[in-house]
């Protein structure tokens, strides 16, 4: 764990400064309730404060952003690129790699700002004056919780924080049944209950929100589930002509892979998404137990996560990335059957 000097970070913000927060490319509900979070926490200290995400995020994420505050870097590069490389302070949450906010990694790099890392992901870059890693959380933003604490600002959490902190624990720990998920995280939650988070209302609004062509498109991905138990593992993927068939919006796909893991007996799953336009395949990868998903991408899809949780990407074409995949599989049969 690396831990921020309290002290020195309360004094930077003791008068007004110009602030960017930067949740990861494809936010989830930790990136963006993280970053919502901080953004009101500074605008409530006096601060000009504002929200840039690399891209556009999932419908069932907007309610929080009911002020309209999150800006798209996508949709204006040289605006926002401006904004970064003018700023004072760049938070930088939900992420630990540059890479992981593409072209926008640039512009943080070459921003003069005083840049704070909040992130659980392992091995972290060096690239902030302030960073708070810590790969036991449950979530970036549990870890936003005790940093407001630890700034003595817990007066400062109104609902809004409350609720965007709330979803983002609840969505990072699987609806608090991941592992990581400990009675301090509930002390949490409990807290943030008591400032204004509704668990009941945001579980709909998070979880009761598809539409039913995501849920054709879940039925879909499916029925073409390959399961391999003699690897222990469920494995799923998505063309983009199906995806283009059942209308895909951003945030649809989020939680398929999951379905490979609840499969009696399975220990790893993965799903492999067509990305025509990056010309990609992006892939998802979950575990249960000892098996290191974060170290699997890390070695073959050049990505990364936590030990049960990771992503990554092939530049080769589907049919080629899931033959690689089924032929990695046996070097990893022992593993998989510990
Ligand atoms: P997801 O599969 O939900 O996209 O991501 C699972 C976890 O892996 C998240 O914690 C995410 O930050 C991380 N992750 C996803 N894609 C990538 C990637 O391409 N590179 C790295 N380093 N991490 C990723
Ligand atoms: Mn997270």
Redesign the pocket.
Same mark, same amino acid.
Request: proline fraction near 2%.
């Given at each position: 764990m690396i831990k921020i000097d309290i002290k020195d970070l309360k004094s930077q913000l003791q008068d007004s400064k110009k602030i960017i927060v930067i949740p &990861?490319k494809n936010p989830?509900g930790d990136a963006i309730g993280s970053s919502i979070a901080i953004n009101e926490l500074l605008k409530s200290l006096g601060h000009k404060s504002l929200i840039i995400s690399p891209n556009n995020f999932p419908d069932f994420l907007k309610w929080m952003d009911d002020d309209y505050e999150i800006k798209i870097y996508e949709e204006d590069e040289e605006v926002f690129s401006n904004e970064i490389l003018n700023s004072d302070i760049i938070f930088t949450l939900d992420?630990n #790699?540059l890479s992981?906010i593409g072209k926008m990694g640039e512009y943080v790099k070459k921003s003069k700002a005083l840049k704070v890392m909040i992130d659980h &992901?392992q091995s972290p870059e060096n690239y902030a004056k302030y960073t708070y890693s810590d790969v036991n959380m449950s979530s970036t933003c549990e870890m936003v919780y005790h940093l407001i604490s630890e700034l003595s600002l817990g007066d400062k959490i109104n609902s809004k924080i409350a609720s965007a902190l709330y979803t983002g624990i609840m969505t990072d720990t699987g609806s608090f049944k991941f592992p990581l998920t400990t009675d301090l995280t509930h002390k949490v939650v409990s807290d943030l209950i008591k400032k204004g988070a509704n668990g009941s209302e945001i579980n709909n609004l998070v979880y009761d929100n598809n539409s039913c062509d995501k849920l054709l498109l879940l039925s879909h991905t499916l029925s073409n589930m390959v399961v391999d138990m003699e690897h222990k593992t469920a494995y799923m993927y998505l063309t983009q002509h199906s995806l283009n068939k059942y209308n895909f919006k951003k945030g649809d796909t989020e939680g398929f892979v999951n379905y490979g893991l609840s499969i009696k007996g399975v220990k790893f799953a993965a799903i492999f998404i067509e990305n025509e336009a990056e010309k990609i395949i992006k892939i #998802?990868l979950r575990s249960k137990g000892d098996f290191n998903v974060n170290e699997f991408s890390r070695n073959n899809f050049n +990505? +990364?996560? &936590?030990i049960n /949780? /990771? +992503? +990554?990407?092939s530049s080769e074409n589907l049919e080629a990335t899931l033959l690689k995949f089924k032929n990695l599989l046996p070097n990893y049969k022992n593993k998989l059957n510990q």
């Amino acid at each position: 764990m690396i831990k921020i000097d309290i002290k020195d970070l309360k004094s930077q913000l003791q008068d007004s400064k110009k602030i960017i927060v930067i949740p &990861h490319k494809n936010p989830d509900g930790d990136a963006i309730g993280s970053s919502i979070a901080i953004n009101e926490l500074l605008k409530s200290l006096g601060h000009k404060s504002l929200i840039i995400s690399p891209n556009n995020f999932p419908d069932f994420l907007k309610w929080m952003d009911d002020d309209y505050e999150i800006k798209i870097y996508e949709e204006d590069e040289e605006v926002f690129s401006n904004e970064i490389l003018n700023s004072d302070i760049i938070f930088t949450l939900d992420f630990n #790699s540059l890479s992981r906010i593409g072209k926008m990694g640039e512009y943080v790099k070459k921003s003069k700002a005083l840049k704070v890392m909040i992130d659980h &992901h392992q091995s972290p870059e060096n690239y902030a004056k302030y960073t708070y890693s810590d790969v036991n959380m449950s979530s970036t933003c549990e870890m936003v919780y005790h940093l407001i604490s630890e700034l003595s600002l817990g007066d400062k959490i109104n609902s809004k924080i409350a609720s965007a902190l709330y979803t983002g624990i609840m969505t990072d720990t699987g609806s608090f049944k991941f592992p990581l998920t400990t009675d301090l995280t509930h002390k949490v939650v409990s807290d943030l209950i008591k400032k204004g988070a509704n668990g009941s209302e945001i579980n709909n609004l998070v979880y009761d929100n598809n539409s039913c062509d995501k849920l054709l498109l879940l039925s879909h991905t499916l029925s073409n589930m390959v399961v391999d138990m003699e690897h222990k593992t469920a494995y799923m993927y998505l063309t983009q002509h199906s995806l283009n068939k059942y209308n895909f919006k951003k945030g649809d796909t989020e939680g398929f892979v999951n379905y490979g893991l609840s499969i009696k007996g399975v220990k790893f799953a993965a799903i492999f998404i067509e990305n025509e336009a990056e010309k990609i395949i992006k892939i #998802s990868l979950r575990s249960k137990g000892d098996f290191n998903v974060n170290e699997f991408s890390r070695n073959n899809f050049n +990505g +990364g996560g &936590h030990i049960n /949780a /990771a +992503g +990554g990407y092939s530049s080769e074409n589907l049919e080629a990335t899931l033959l690689k995949f089924k032929n990695l599989l046996p070097n990893y049969k022992n593993k998989l059957n510990q």
